[in-house]
């Protein structure tokens, strides 16, 4: 499929990381007025602040905004300990944004953030979006399935985001369990993250999608951005996370 001429270099950098014959899985429709939107506030930073004051009581670890001075990018951040301090407050980020009903900002690249006085400030841009809410909670309840063990809870999940579907056969069930595990889940102990592995998961999940005539929203796809952006700021700190704590601490659950 051939991205839309109108699509800024930021959003076809995400776009790319779709395999080309995934594209067919999607519903395009609703996809393309969501590009559409997205890059009009990519262009003019519509709602950002807006969005910003919303998210910023929910992340208690990260600063939403610029410094007000000069600040060390996280390239240049001086030993491993800042830099797997500021991969934590960022997986921090990532899922607690998951509890803002107003939407989520989705780029998470290196770029967007920086370091002053022990604090870890992230700019936001115009690349946030309000997913419909049965697919946002359902990914709340995908994340507190995977770090508690519950294979009925995901299975409520996975049905409730449209992933499961009646009449898909028990070994098929099995298979693309297996395969979100592989790309939403993550490892609950100390964890080292590689695009490159998350981009493979993306393949084989479309792989199964289209031999399976699924249709998805778009809303799985920009997911799939989000967690795009994710990794390649924790590919670049290059440190191992303690990802079940972080989700736990961040989604309240205490497992």
Avoid at 130 to 141: A, H, K
Wanted: hydrophobic share 45%; net charge neutral.
């Amino acid at each position: 499929m051939k991205l839309p001429v109108f699509l800024p270099e930021e959003l076809r950098q995400l776009a790319r990381f779709v395999p080309s014959r995934g594209w067919d899985a999607v519903e395009w429709r609703p996809m393309l007025a969501s590009l559409r939107q997205l890059s009009w506030r990519l262009a003019t930073g519509a709602g950002v602040q807006r969005q910003r004051l919303l998210t910023q009581p929910w992340i208690d670890r990260v600063i939403l905004g610029r410094p007000d001075r000069a600040a060390l990018a996280l390239e240049n951040l001086p030993h491993p300990a800042r830099k797997r301090s500021a991969g934590d407050r960022i997986l921090y980020l990532y899922f607690r944004q998951w509890l803002v009903e107003e939407g989520l900002f989705l780029d998470l690249r290196p770029g967007r953030f920086t370091w002053l006085d022990r604090e870890l400030h992230f700019s936001p841009n115009g690349l946030w979006l309000q997913l419909r809410p049965e697919f946002r909670t359902g990914m709340l309840e995908l994340y507190r399935s995977f770090y508690a063990d519950d294979e009925s809870a995901l299975r409520r999940a996975l049905t409730r985001m449209g992933m499961l579907r009646p009449g898909l056969g028990a070994a098929a069930e099995d298979e693309l369990i297996a395969l979100l595990d592989q790309h939403f889940g993550m490892d609950s102990g100390a964890q080292r993250f590689s695009i490159d592995a998350f981009k493979a998961s993306f393949d084989r999940l479309f792989d199964f999608f289209l031999a399976h005539d699924y249709r998805l929203h778009s809303d799985f796809v920009f997911v799939g951005f989000y967690l795009i952006t994710l990794y390649l700021t924790l590919e670049s700190l290059g440190q191992k996370h303690d990802v079940r704590r972080i989700c736990a601490e961040a989604l309240n659950d205490g497992f």
